[in-house]
């Protein structure tokens, strides 16, 4: 037989329709919100919300780290000025995101960019850059649709999470955790150079130091302020006065597929 | 942790609003001006460094702070050590459901254990 077969990783299906193709390109993703989201969904129920909130903080807010947050705080009785604040900060760096995007959305309306920003996330947005930038085809609906794909698998595990919370009596500090881990991970995606790690341990002791002056969450605000305008006066300074400085220089990571991604602030 | 809120759901409503209210603006005001005109460079210089410190900050908060005296915890080992393999996990598969499900086992089995 002197028939070719296509490589199907290769060579995309020109006849799959969209939903198909861009549902293959969600998929890793949306698999992985599942287990956040449970572990989300369980506390959002702990701290109070119901089935029917937890959907709709899941639809409008769409931030692990933000509905984490809310759990949290709500747990711990914080005001609620203190809470959106918090959240105010937490949420701040979509700010980087979808500006790094906006090159790709030159030209839309309105009303689209209106719709694109509130499925805005993190790791959409990290999918959807790495298409931008590595597919010229990609187009804007393609990349909204994986960001409705994402955001309809972050809500239902959310309702199931807290269906789960109200039929189970779960610990609760280790379902938290899965927070922690979250941010962690998010971390250690965002190390990029010896710099980047200096600034990470200047803002765990500056956390440290005004979360315990503050004796409130204030003191993450003050320490994330303060840490990321040393982070950028230190940068600014070592690239005008010694540019071959080993603090500027990048970090090896592995997975190199996802450097197109880490690159997403350099423009 | 215990649950000892006591808001009504009418509350938790607004905070709702507010919270898509603080969630939505830096996700749209930066892609409505930027779409139309160029970035600052010193804003996106500056804001690479906002999501590391502030990650890093809530993590020292989940690890080492109490979240009812603010004082200073140096004894979560379960939680420090769980850290630990998290990192090394995300470094390693680059992969935030692996890391995810790894924190949990970790803290799960560590405070069984220590």
Same mark, same amino acid.
């Given at each position: 037989?002197?028939?070719?077969?296509?490589?199907?990783?290769?060579?995309?299906?020109?006849?799959?329709?969209?939903?198909?193709s861009?549902?293959?390109?969600?998929?890793?993703?949306?698999? !992985?919100?599942?287990?956040?989201?449970?572990? @989300?969904?369980?506390?959002?129920?702990?701290?109070?919300?119901?089935?029917?909130?937890?959907?709709? /903080?899941?639809?409008?807010?769409?931030?692990?780290?933000?509905? #984490?947050?809310?759990?949290?705080m709500?747990?711990?009785?914080?005001?609620?000025?203190?809470? /959106?604040?918090?959240?105010?900060?937490?949420?701040?760096?979509?700010?980087?995101?979808? !500006?790094?995007?906006?090159?790709?959305?030159?030209?839309?309306?309105?009303?689209?960019?209106?719709?694109?920003?509130?499925?805005? +996330?993190?790791?959409?947005?990290?999918?959807?850059?790495?298409?931008?930038?590595?597919?010229?085809?990609? %187009? /804007?609906? $393609?990349?909204?649709?994986?960001e409705?794909?994402?955001?309809? #698998?972050?809500? %239902? !595990?959310?309702?199931?999470? !807290?269906?789960?919370?109200?039929?189970?009596?779960?610990? *609760?500090?280790?379902?938290?955790?899965?927070?922690?881990?979250?941010?962690?991970?998010?971390?250690?995606?965002?190390?990029?150079?010896?710099?980047?790690?200096?600034? @990470?341990?200047?803002?765990?002791?500056?956390?440290?130091? #005004?979360?315990?002056?503050?004796?409130s %969450?204030?003191?993450?605000?003050?320490?994330?302020?303060?840490?990321?305008?040393?982070?950028?006066?230190? $940068? $600014?300074?070592?690239?005008?006065?010694?540019?071959?400085?080993?603090?500027?220089?990048?970090?090896?990571?592995?997975?190199?597929?996802?450097?197109?991604? $880490?690159?997403?602030?350099? +423009? | 942790?215990?649950? =000892?809120? +006591?808001?009504?759901?009418?509350?938790?409503?607004?905070?709702?609003?507010?919270?898509?209210?603080?969630?939505?603006?830096?996700?749209?005001?930066?892609?409505?001006?930027?779409?139309?005109?160029?970035i600052?460079?010193?804003?996106?210089?500056?804001?690479?460094?906002?999501?590391?410190? *502030?990650?890093?900050?809530? =993590? /020292?908060?989940?690890?080492?702070?109490?979240?009812?005296?603010?004082?200073? =915890?140096?004894? +979560?080992?379960? *939680?420090?050590?769980a850290?630990?393999?998290?990192?090394?996990?995300?470094?390693?598969?680059r992969?935030?459901?692996?890391?995810?499900?790894?924190?949990?086992?970790?803290?799960?089995?560590?405070?069984?254990?220590?």
């Open positions: 037989m002197n028939k070719r077969r296509p490589n199907p990783k290769q060579v995309p299906d020109p006849t799959e329709p969209m939903w198909r861009t549902l293959r390109v969600a998929m890793p993703l949306n698999l !992985s919100y599942i287990p956040i989201g449970l572990a @989300c969904g369980i506390l959002l129920h702990a701290a109070g919300f119901n089935t029917f909130l937890t959907g709709l /903080v899941s639809l409008l807010v769409f931030s692990g780290g933000g509905q #984490f947050l809310i759990a949290t709500l747990t711990i009785n914080s005001p609620l000025l203190s809470i /959106v604040l918090m959240l105010f900060f937490l949420e701040l760096r979509y700010a980087l995101l979808s !500006s790094s995007l906006s090159p790709y959305l030159k030209g839309q309306s309105n009303r689209f960019l209106f719709i694109f920003a509130v499925s805005l +996330n993190d790791e959409n947005y990290a999918i959807n850059y790495l298409k931008f930038a590595t597919d010229k085809k990609w %187009t /804007v609906r $393609e990349a909204l649709m994986v409705h794909y994402s955001l309809l #698998f972050w809500a %239902t !595990s959310n309702v199931i999470g !807290s269906l789960i919370g109200s039929a189970l009596k779960i610990d *609760l500090s280790v379902v938290h955790f899965a927070l922690t881990s979250l941010f962690l991970y998010m971390i250690v995606m965002q190390l990029k150079s010896h710099l980047t790690v200096l600034i @990470c341990l200047v803002s765990a002791v500056l956390a440290a130091f #005004f979360m315990i002056i503050t004796k %969450t204030l003191g993450l605000v003050i320490a994330t302020i303060v840490s990321s305008l040393i982070g950028f006066g230190l $940068e $600014e300074l070592l690239q005008k006065k010694m540019p071959d400085s080993h603090w500027l220089r990048r970090l090896h990571s592995p997975g190199s597929k996802k450097s197109v991604v $880490e690159h997403s602030d350099a +423009n | 942790m215990n649950a =000892v809120n +006591n808001w009504n759901s009418t509350q938790h409503f607004w905070l709702i609003i507010l919270g898509f209210v603080v969630a939505f603006i830096p996700r749209f005001v930066p892609l409505m001006l930027f779409t139309k005109r160029a600052p460079e010193w804003f996106n210089e500056w804001m690479k460094f906002v999501p590391v410190s *502030l990650f890093t900050a809530l =993590v /020292v908060k989940d690890i080492f702070i109490d979240s009812s005296s603010y004082g200073l =915890v140096l004894t +979560n080992y379960p *939680l420090m050590i850290a630990v393999i998290v990192i090394y996990i995300a470094y390693r598969t992969s935030m459901a692996v890391s995810v499900v790894v924190g949990l086992a970790g803290v799960f089995l560590l405070s069984m254990f220590l």
